[in-house]
């Protein structure tokens, strides 16, 4: 006897995207989903998470470079690094995650430069300083 599971509109699976963004030592796996705008990072609004308006701006960014504002939920998760470089990889992640849902995306995301990882980093810390340029105080006597 065969048991086949007959695919409905109630238990279709809906349509999400998944893209992986980073940023300086922060990584997001960020989903795309149809939707009105809403955006949770890590079970909590994009507002109450990263708590600077410069920081929910520039996850805003990728949406008004394809001209597609209000039309998809993001759900991230992000773990490492500070909010400004998780805002980063979030920022990444749904740029990704947009490419994903329509390849016509691409070119423009791709100009405004979304795509590429930015690669900065922290420098190293060098022996016989304080940091990695930082040196101890000058004693004269």
């Not at 065969?2 to 992986?20: D, L, Q």
């Not at 940023?23 to 009105?36: D, H, N, P, W």
Request: a positive charge.
């Amino acid at each position: 006897m065969s048991t086949t599971r007959r695919v409905t509109e109630s238990n279709a699976p809906a349509k999400r995207w998944y893209a992986t963004g980073r940023r300086k030592e922060a990584t997001a796996r960020v989903y795309l989903a149809a939707g009105s705008g809403k955006i949770v990072i890590n079970e909590r609004v994009a507002g109450e998470f990263l708590r600077r308006p410069s920081l929910e701006m520039l996850l805003a960014e990728p949406f008004e470079v394809v001209e597609r504002k209000d039309l998809f939920d993001v759900h991230a998760t992000v773990a490492g690094g500070g909010i400004s470089g998780q805002a980063g990889a979030i920022r990444h992640g749904i740029a990704r995650a947009l490419t994903v849902c329509d390849l016509e995306m691409r070119p423009a995301l791709k100009r405004a430069g979304m795509l590429t990882r930015d690669p900065r980093a922290k420098e190293r810390k060098k022996y016989g300083r304080v940091a990695a340029r930082a040196r101890f105080q000058f004693s004269k006597r």
